[in-house]
């Protein structure tokens, strides 16, 4: 994650941080989150019938795509440099807009919406995330993203 003195955190209340790299999501990364979740639904997991599907084909899970958050925000998210340790404090709003099939890449767009001070040493970002899926017009995903620094 950038390091960033908390004065220039805060000047980016309301704007957009930071575009993360793009990610891979093919079907080896498809296969090993259905193995780690047990969620081994066909529309995942099986090319063939998946095939005969409206998606032509396999998607990632809605949950996938949003657990790639966690790396795109090391892309991008600012923090200070007083940063002990930073923790998912939560989500709201998650909307699954868009299905990411299988071979395409994906990456987080992040602005700060808001920064609250919770207790001595505890702050609390507030980031509007789009997860967009290389050349396709509607994004994967769009959520508040909650996360506690420990400074």
Known sequence: MPIAPAEDIR???GR?????????VDQQRIDAFADATE???????????????PFGGTIA???????LLSRMAADVMLVPDTLKMAVNYGLERV???G?????KR???????????????????????V???????DKPALSAIWLTLLAT
């Open 16 to 24: 957009e941080v930071g575009v993360s790299g793009w990610i891979v």
């Open 39 to 53: 969620d081994r639904q066909f529309i995942h997991v099986d090319p063939a019938t998946a095939a005969q599907t």
């Open 61 to 67: 899970h809605g949950f996938l795509s949003l657990s």
């Open 130 to 136: 789009t997860v967009e899926i290389e050349g396709e």
């Open 95 to 97: 909307r699954f807009l």
């Open 11 to 13: 000047a980016m209340i």
């Open 106 to 128: 994906v990456r987080g767009r992040f602005t700060l919406e808001n920064i609250a001070e919770r207790a001595p040493g505890q702050i609390l970002l507030r980031h509007a």
């Open 99 to 103: 299905p990411v099939h299988a071979g």
